[in-house]
């Protein structure tokens, strides 16, 4: 599934998420704070289809990819969204 907007925005885990740029790579950020990148790895996978993958505050590649880039975004966020892994912290991670 291709994603074709600049700007978009995605419910998981009762929280917001909006993805802002485009058309290779989008910024992934809850309440304004950055929480890594969407980025198309491939632009057309064996099926035809883009191949997105993740990359991290700090630059490194993220170990997800896939066709979806909706499933992609929210493993991404399941490990590095500090609300999902710590629901009482206020306090941004950079990466884990």
Known sequence: MALELTD???EHRGSSYALSGG???WAITRAGTPLG???VKSS???EGEPVYTTRLLDGAAGNLEGTDWEQVVRGHL???DPE???PTSDVPSAGG
């Open 8 to 10: 978009t925005t995605i």
């Open 23 to 25: 058309p290779t790579e």
């Open 37 to 39: 990148h969407l980025v």
């Open 44 to 46: 057309a996978g064996e």
């Open 78 to 80: 399941n490990e590095f």
């Open 84 to 86: 999902i892994a710590d």
